[in-house]
Antibody, heavy 121, light 109 residues
Framework: QVQLQESGPGLVKPSQTLSLNCTVSGGSISSGSYYWTWIRQPAGKGLEWIGR???????DYNPSLKSRVTMSVDTSKSQFSLKLSSVTAADTAVYHC?????????????WGQGTLVTVSS | QSALTQPRSVSGSPGQSVTISCAGT?????????VSWYQHHPGKAPKLIIYDVTKRPSGVPDRFSGSKSGYTASLTISGLQAEDEAEYYCCSYAGSFTVFGTGTKVTVL
C-alpha cells in the first residue's frame, strides 16, 4: 500500500523560499503511471491545487502560482519536492502531497496527512 | 480559475440521505467526466470516495454515490452514519489544471 509523507520546515520568513519534500513508500516513484502532486489548504479555506510533476518529465502548475513554483523528483530518495519562492502570509497553509494516475481518469489517491507551514517573521 | 461552488453545510439525521452539489462551468465540470469527491476529517489525509463522476474506489461503502448534470456534479450519502460527519470536497479536471470545490461540512444530527 503506497503511503506519502510530507516533511519540511514549519516556519518560513516572508520573502523566503518554502521547501517541502514528499517521501513515497510502499511503491515506486519511478513508475510512469502516475503524476506526483502538491495541494494546499489555508486555515479556514478550501483546497487549492498547486501543481504536478511527472517522473518521466513534465510539470503543470496552477497559473496563479506558476511564477513562484518549482517541482522536482529525486528517484534515488523516492521523493518529490516543492519550492515556493517569495512567500507571504497568504502562503500559510497545510500542504499535502498526493498521487494521481496518468491516463483517461483524474483523481488523487492516496494523500499525505499534510504539514502546516506558517509564513511569519 | 474560480473554485467550484458547494453549499457551506448540510445536515441530516442518522439513516437519512443528504446530497451535496458542486457547481462549475463548461471549462471544468461541464467539460469533462473527471469529477472526484473527497472526505476530509480534521487532521487526517483526505480520502477519495468517488472518481470519474460515478465510480467508487474499492472499500468505499455503496452509501456514497456520484452523478452529474450539465455543469453541476452531486454527491449523495444514503443511510447517513455518525462517521460520515466530515468536510467534503469536489474536484474537477480543467485541462492541465485542477480545481477544487469550496467544501461542504456534513453534520449528522
Amino acid at each position: 500500500q503506497v503511503q506519502l509523507q510530507e516533511s519540511g520546515p514549519g516556519l518560513v520568513k516572508p520573502s523566503q523560499t518554502l521547501s517541502l519534500n514528499c517521501t513515497v513508500s510502499g511503491g515506486s516513484i519511478s513508475s510512469g503511471s502516475y503524476y506526483w502532486t502538491w495541494i494546499r489548504q489555508p486555515a479556514g479555506k478550501g483546497l487549492e491545487w498547486i501543481g504536478r510533476i511527472y517522473t518521466h518529465g513534465g510539470t503543470d502548475y496552477n497559473p496563479s502560482l506558476k511564477s513562484r513554483v518549482t517541482m522536482s523528483v529525486d528517484t534515488s530518495k523516492s521523493q518529490f519536492s516543492l519550492k515556493l519562492s517569495s512567500v507571504t502570509a497568504a502562503d500559510t497553509a497545510v500542504y499535502h502531497c498526493a498521487r494521481s494516475p496518468v491516463g483517461a481518469t483524474h483523481f488523487f489517491d492516496p494523500w499525505g496527512q499534510g504539514t502546516l507551514v506558517t509564513v511569519s517573521s | 480559475q474560480s473554485a467550484l461552488t458547494q453549499p457551506r453545510s448540510v445536515s441530516g439525521s442518522p439513516g437519512q440521505s443528504v446530497t451535496i452539489s458542486c457547481a462549475g462551468t463548461s471549462s471544468d465540470v461541464g467539460g469533462y467526466n473527471y469529477v472526484s469527491w473527497y472526505q476530509h476529517h480534521p487532521g487526517k489525509a483526505p480520502k477519495l470516495i468517488i472518481y470519474d463522476v460515478t465510480k467508487r474506489p474499492s472499500g468505499v461503502p455503496d452509501r456514497f454515490s456520484g452523478s452529474k448534470s450539465g455543469y453541476t456534479a452531486s454527491l449523495t450519502i444514503s443511510g447517513l452514519q455518525a462517521e460520515d460527519e466530515a468536510e467534503y470536497y469536489c474536484c474537477s479536471y480543467a485541462g492541465s489544471f485542477t480545481v477544487f470545490g469550496t467544501g461542504t461540512k456534513v453534520t449528522v444530527l
